[in-house]
């Protein structure tokens, strides 16, 4: 996988996380989110390290797409159990795991 294609599946993931953060804050059950709310700023925010490290070539890139992994991982899985019920979750939990996949195609 290129580095431009892998920073095409960041980008998105990113943007899916802000939307399903910025929907979950809405929810009437946004109390119940507080996980799902947690990880997808998190996720945004390694998601554009990844964006800006890439951009400027750190020596710490391959580092960061590791720690890009293991958040992905851990946002999809909370996104998936609320994704029968609200759609920005199912959405982002697709992102995470497409981001997911490419940092470690990436990183082989």
Request: glycine residues 2%; negative net charge; proline residues 0%.
């Given at each position: 996988?290129?580095?431009?294609?892998?920073?095409?599946?960041?980008?998105?993931?990113?943007?899916?996380?802000?939307?399903?953060?910025?929907?979950?804050?809405?929810?009437?059950?946004?109390?119940?989110?507080?996980?799902?709310?947690?990880?997808?700023?998190?996720?945004?925010?390694?998601?554009?390290?990844?964006?800006?490290?890439?951009?400027?070539?750190?020596?710490?890139?391959?580092?960061?797409?590791?720690?890009?992994?293991?958040?992905?991982?851990?946002?999809?899985?909370?996104?998936?159990?609320?994704?029968?019920?609200?759609?920005?979750?199912?959405?982002c939990a697709e992102a995470c795991r497409e981001c997911e996949a490419?940092?470690?195609?990436?990183?082989?």
């Amino acid at each position: 996988m290129t580095k431009e294609a892998l920073m095409e599946k960041v980008l998105k993931c990113k943007q899916a996380c802000d939307h399903c953060f910025e929907m979950c804050l809405q929810e009437e059950d946004a109390n119940a989110m507080v996980d799902c709310i947690r990880t997808d700023r998190e996720c945004s925010e390694v998601c554009g390290m990844v964006l800006q490290l890439g951009n400027r070539d750190s020596v710490v890139f391959n580092e960061i797409v590791i720690a890009c992994v293991k958040i992905c991982k851990v946002c999809a899985e909370e996104c998936e159990k609320h994704a029968e019920h609200h759609e920005h979750c199912k959405e982002c939990a697709e992102a995470c795991r497409e981001c997911e996949a490419a940092c470690e195609t990436f990183l082989k």
